[in-house]
C-alpha cells in the first residue's frame, strides 16, 4: 500500500461526508485500512456512526412528536403517511424501530383503516353508542372491533351512553 500524497484535504471530506468503512476508503485512497485509522487519530476526526441515528432523522422526529398526541394510539397509517409525506414502507419501517426502541407507543400506527379512526374519533367526541357510531362511518362490525381492541390490551373507554335502560 502506498502514502496519501497531497489527497489528504480529499480523505478529510470523505470521512466527514460518508460512512464508507475505513477499508473501502483505504481502497480509494490506495492505502490500508489502518493508514486511513491513523491519519484519523493523528488529525481528531470522528466518524459518523453508521446505521439509522432517530436523532437526526426528521421522520423519526415526527413520529415521536405525532406519538405523544392525546389519544394517538388511535391514529392511522394513511392518516401517519400523510402527515408525514413519507411512504408507508418508509413510515412503518421506522415506526417498528422507533417502538423496538420503546421511543412510542407499542399501539401507535396500528390501525390500519381510516374508517375505523373515524369511529374511534366519534366514539371520543359525540355521545352516540358504539352501535351508531359504527352506522355512521359504515362499519356494521364495529362492537367486534371494538371488543377486539380491548382484549388486546386497547385502552378503549366504556361507551359514553347507554340506550334502552
Same mark, same amino acid.
Not at 481528531?44 to 437526526?56: D, N, S
Not at 366519534?122 to 357510531?133: C, D, G, M, Q, V
Not at 359504527?134 to 356494521?140: A, P, S, T, W
Given at each position: 500500500?502506498?502514502?496519501?500524497?497531497?489527497?489528504?484535504?480529499?480523505?478529510?471530506?470523505?470521512?466527514?461526508?460518508?460512512?464508507?468503512?475505513?477499508?473501502?476508503?483505504?481502497?480509494?485512497?490506495?492505502?490500508?485500512?489502518?493508514?486511513?485509522?491513523?491519519?484519523?487519530?493523528?488529525?481528531?476526526?470522528?466518524?459518523?456512526?453508521?446505521?439509522?441515528?432517530?436523532?437526526?432523522?426528521?421522520?423519526?422526529?415526527?413520529?415521536?412528536?405525532?406519538?405523544?398526541?392525546?389519544?394517538?394510539?388511535?391514529?392511522?397509517?394513511?392518516?401517519?403517511? /400523510?402527515?408525514?409525506?413519507?411512504?408507508?414502507? #418508509?413510515? $412503518? &419501517?421506522?415506526?417498528? =424501530?422507533? *417502538?423496538?426502541? %420503546? @421511543?412510542?407507543?407499542?399501539?401507535?400506527?396500528?390501525?390500519?383503516?381510516?374508517?375505523?379512526? /373515524?369511529?374511534?374519533?366519534?366514539?371520543?367526541? #359525540?355521545? $352516540? &353508542?358504539?352501535?351508531? =357510531?359504527? *352506522?355512521?362511518? %359504515? @362499519?356494521?362490525?364495529?362492537?367486534?372491533?371494538?371488543?377486539?381492541?380491548?382484549?388486546?390490551?386497547?385502552?378503549?373507554?366504556?361507551?359514553?351512553?347507554?340506550?334502552?335502560?
Amino acid at each position: 500500500m502506498g502514502v496519501l500524497n497531497g489527497q489528504e484535504d480529499d480523505l478529510v471530506k470523505d470521512l466527514e461526508r460518508t460512512t464508507l468503512s475505513l477499508e473501502k476508503l483505504g481502497e480509494r485512497y490506495g492505502v490500508s485500512r489502518q493508514a486511513i485509522h491513523d491519519f484519523c487519530k493523528r488529525q481528531g476526526i470522528r466518524r459518523k456512526p453508521k446505521g439509522h441515528q432517530i436523532v437526526e432523522c426528521l421522520l423519526c422526529q415526527r413520529l415521536i412528536q405525532m406519538s405523544k398526541k392525546p389519544r394517538s394510539e388511535f391514529i392511522s397509517i394513511p392518516t401517519i403517511v /400523510k402527515e408525514t409525506r413519507a411512504s408507508r414502507a #418508509e413510515c $412503518l &419501517s421506522h415506526l417498528q =424501530t422507533l *417502538r423496538d426502541k %420503546g @421511543l412510542v407507543g407499542e399501539k401507535f400506527g396500528r390501525l390500519r383503516s381510516k374508517k375505523v379512526e /373515524k369511529a374511534y374519533a366519534i366514539y371520543f367526541t #359525540e355521545r $352516540l &353508542s358504539i352501535r351508531a =357510531t359504527g *352506522r355512521k362511518v %359504515g @362499519l356494521k362490525n364495529l362492537p367486534s372491533i371494538i371488543k377486539k381492541h380491548r382484549q388486546s390490551g386497547w385502552n378503549v373507554p366504556s361507551p359514553l351512553s347507554v340506550y334502552g335502560r
